[in-house]
C-alpha cells in the first residue's frame, strides 16, 4: 500500500516561495508519473503541476507557469514543488498524487491518480 505525506506548507507573503515536498513509501516510487494537485475552500481540486517517472517531462497548469517547478528525487521517494512569486489566489490545501497510469503518461485528471497525501496547507497573505 502506497503511502504519500507532503509538508512544507505554511503562511507566507504575496511574492515569497515555498517548496513543498511529497514523501513516499510502500511501492516502488520510480515506476510512476505523479502530480501536485491543490483545492481552495469550495472549489474542486485542480491540477497543478506533473512530472514523468524520471523527471523527463514536466507539465503545469497555465495559471502557475513559470512561477512553480516539479521535480522528483527518486533515490529518496520524493517529489517536491517549489513555488515562487506566490499570490493570494494560490491559496489551499496542495495534495501530492501517484498517477496510477504508470510512468511515462502524465494526466490531468484526478480520477487517474489512485494514491493521495493528506494534503499541506498554503496561505498566501496579500
Known amino acids: 500500500q502506497v503511502q504519500l505525506v507532503e509538508s512544507g506548507g505554511g503562511l507566507v507573503q504575496a511574492g515569497d516561495s515555498l517548496r513543498l515536498s511529497c514523501v513516499a513509501s510502500?511501492?516502488?516510487?520510480?515506476?510512476?508519473?505523479m502530480g501536485w494537485f491543490r483545492q481552495a475552500p469550495g472549489k474542486e481540486r485542480e491540477f497543478v503541476a506533473a512530472?514523468?517517472?524520471?523527471?523527463?517531462?514536466?507539465y503545469y497548469a497555465d495559471s502557475v507557469k513559470g512561477r512553480f517547478t516539479i521535480s522528483r528525487d527518486n533515490a529518496k521517494n520524493t517529489v517536491y514543488l517549489q513555488m515562487n512569486s506566490l499570490k493570494p489566489e494560490d491559496t489551499a490545501v496542495y495534495y501530492c498524487?501517484?498517477?496510477?497510469?504508470?510512468?511515462?503518461?502524465?494526466?490531468?485528471?484526478?480520477?487517474?491518480?489512485?494514491?493521495w497525501g493528506q494534503g499541506t496547507l498554503v496561505t498566501v497573505s496579500s
Open positions: 498524487g501517484l498517477n496510477s497510469l504508470g510512468g511515462v503518461v502524465v494526466t490531468r485528471t484526478p480520477t487517474d491518480y489512485s494514491y
Open positions: 510502500g511501492g516502488t516510487f520510480s515506476n510512476y508519473a
Open positions: 512530472i514523468t517517472w524520471n523527471g523527463g517531462r514536466t
